[in-house]
T-cell receptor, first 112, second 114 residues
Framework: QKEVEQNSGPLSVPEGAIASLNCTYS??????FFWYRQYSGKSPELIMS????GDKEDGRFTAQLNKASQYVSLLIRDSQPSDSATYLC????????????FGAGTRLFVKA | DVKVTQSSRYLVKRTGEKVFLECVQD?????MFWYRQDPGLGLRLIYF???????EKGDIPEGYSVSREKKERFSLILESASTNQTSMYLC?????????????FGPGTRLTVL
């Protein structure tokens, strides 16, 4: 089992729809959770951080964390073609030197 | 704004060459990281450093070494480049005092070893 798992996609949604990206992690003592956006040929860009159970909203983005179920999700409302990218889930754990573990990413396509 | 810069965007080297990849951050971050990213494998940690002259092995350190002589600079060294080290190399930095310890990435260096 991978430490951080994401559906590789591609996930395709029409413009204006809600895109839902999911991530599960295996280390129960993980502390902080991140979503990065990565455009093709570019480096990852941090878009959301969350460490408490529940929802955290920032503009069109909402991160949801459920530590009991060990999943974190990212909702993108009113999806735009410019949201088309790979979204990386990352988990910072308390053990093993406080490393951040990245998922392989989910490719999102927003169709105009 | 955090700025992490890397010395080259694209690099082509020959098998057996010694390769230096440089990373500089301007936000006084304590922690710096080197990753490689390959299709289907995601980001894999090579080495990281939490202070000047300190280094820790990541998940795939074989064939690599690092140097951190100054706080703002973290170098990745491929002692004898091999074709399986062809990859995208990403440097990142983070601030220990942050609640989240978010990592901020440089633009990446796409290395091709022929």
């Amino acid at each position: 089992q991978k430490e951080v798992e994401q559906n590789s996609g591609p996930l395709s949604v029409p413009e204006g729809a809600i895109a839902s990206l999911n991530c599960t992690y295996s280390d129960r003592v993980s502390q902080s959770f991140f979503w990065y956006r990565q455009y093709s040929g570019k480096s990852p860009e941090l878009i959301m951080s969350i460490y408490s159970n529940g929802d955290k909203e920032d503009g069109r983005f909402t991160a949801q964390l459920n530590k009991a179920s060990q999943y974190v999700s990212l909702l993108i409302r009113d999806s735009q073609p410019s949201d088309s990218a790979t979204y990386l889930c990352a988990v910072r754990r308390n053990t093993g030197g406080f490393k951040t573990i990245f998922g392989a990413g989910t490719r999102l396509f927003v169709k105009a | 704004d955090v700025k992490v810069t890397q010395s080259s965007r694209y690099l082509v080297k020959r098998t057996g060459e010694k390769v230096f990849l440089e990373c500089v951050q301007d936000m006084d971050h304590e922690n710096m990281f080197w990753y490689r990213q390959d299709p289907g494998l995601g980001l894999r940690l090579i080495y990281f450093s939490y202070d000047v002259k300190m280094k820790e092995k990541g998940d795939i350190p074989e064939g690599y070494s690092v140097s951190r002589e100054k706080k703002e600079r973290f170098s990745l060294i491929l002692e004898s480049a091999s074709t399986n080290q062809t990859s995208m190399y990403l440097c990142a930095s983070s601030f220990s005092g942050s609640s989240y310890n978010e990592q901020f990435f440089g633009p990446g260096t796409r290395l091709t070893v022929l």
